[in-house]
């Protein structure tokens, strides 16, 4: 991972509005959708406008809320050899696709449709990857996105919390090196439910396994 340069929290949430504002555009004000578009950093109030927007209004606290504050971003080029330290956020709709490993590296080859479970706690319905993928390779021009990575540790292991079908088409089509990124360094993630560094991963990957033998997630 090439770091270029360190940068902030505000310029990280823009980016992550930018990338989803494909789905919640027609859901925002004139005013909201200026401030993703047209992002002035040294105006606090939009800064704070901007966090709101994606904790509350795009609905990603749940995955942040697991962040810790003490994070330092940085602007980042991907290099080739960060494949293999490259994770999907842990969510259990990701575990097939990726050979139940949660890597990206996993995706090309385990990429599929079909999925579902039969488990009470886990959302009704499954995620169809493949074909969000699929469209997406269809329909996508230009230069794709920054993705945004957090670790504990300059050399991985990375977990992608924003951009994951984005960074898997990249993957299968062999296209992620000199890719820009944001990556969040923080000290200590054995609490974030996402990462490999959770205390609880694991744990987690072992009942994930026992589900997929029981035929209750498939």
Request: net charge negative; glycine share 8%.
């Amino acid at each position: 991972m090439r770091i270029l340069r360190t940068t902030t929290k505000d310029k990280v949430y823009s980016a992550w509005l930018k990338s989803e504002l494909y789905r919640m555009k027609n859901n925002l004000t004139p005013e909201q959708v200026k401030v993703i578009e047209n992002p002035n950093f040294g105006d606090s109030q939009e800064n704070l406008q901007r966090e709101d927007l994606i904790l509350n209004v795009f609905g990603r606290s749940a995955i942040i809320n697991y962040i810790p504050s003490d994070i330092t971003w940085h602007e980042v080029s991907i290099e080739k050899a960060d494949l293999e330290t490259l994770y999907i956020l842990a969510i259990w709709d990701w575990f097939i696709d990726t050979g139940k490993t949660f890597k990206l590296s996993g995706i090309p080859a385990n990429l599929s449709n079909g999925h579902g479970h039969r488990v009470s706690n886990f959302p009704p319905g499954a995620a169809d990857h493949k074909s969000k993928i699929d469209t997406m390779a269809q329909t996508m021009t230009g230069n794709i996105g920054d993705i945004i990575m957090i670790s504990s540790t300059q050399t991985g292991p990375f977990t992608i919390i924003d951009g994951t079908h984005r960074s898997s088409l990249l993957a299968i089509n062999g296209n992620l090196s000199g890719v820009g990124a944001y990556l969040g360094i923080a000290n200590d993630l054995s609490q974030c439910v996402w990462a490999p560094e959770w205390s609880g991963y694991q744990d987690s990957l072992t009942e994930l396994n026992q589900l997929v033998d029981g035929g209750h997630l498939w």
